[in-house]
C-alpha cells in the first residue's frame, strides 16, 4: 500500500476490528481496505488498514486486555528497525 504519509490514526478494539473497518469504509465514498494482517484470527486480523477517501487509517484488534475506548493513536509506518528506532 502506498500513501503519502506514513502517519495514519489507529484505532484499538478488544474484537471486531476487521467488520468496524468494513463498516467505516462504506460511510465514505472512495474508501477501501487496503491491507490486513492476521494473528491466527482470520475471521478478525489483528491489523486492518483501510482508507478513507484520502485518510490513512489502521484498526489493531488487542483482545480482551485492552478493551475499545474513545482513545486514538497515531501510527507511522517505517521502512526498517533503524528509522523506528530513530523516531
Not at 486480523?45 to 485518510?55: G, I, K, Q, S, Y
Request: with cysteine; aromatic share 6%.
Amino acid at each position: 500500500m502506498e500513501h503519502a504519509s506514513k502517519v495514519r490514526t489507529c484505532f484499538w478494539f478488544e474484537k471486531g476490528g476487521h467488520a468496524a473497518a468494513q463498516e467505516y469504509v462504506t460511510f465514505i465514498p472512495n474508501s477501501r481496505i487496503e491491507a490486513e494482517r492476521e494473528n491466527g484470527q482470520p475471521d478478525d486480523p489483528m491489523v486492518v488498514e483501510f482508507t478513507l477517501t484520502d485518510a490513512p487509517m489502521m484498526i489493531l484488534t488487542a483482545g480482551p486486555h485492552h478493551k475499545l475506548t474513545p482513545a486514538a493513536s497515531i501510527s507511522v509506518l517505517t521502512e526498517d528497525q533503524d528509522e523506528t528506532d530513530r523516531l
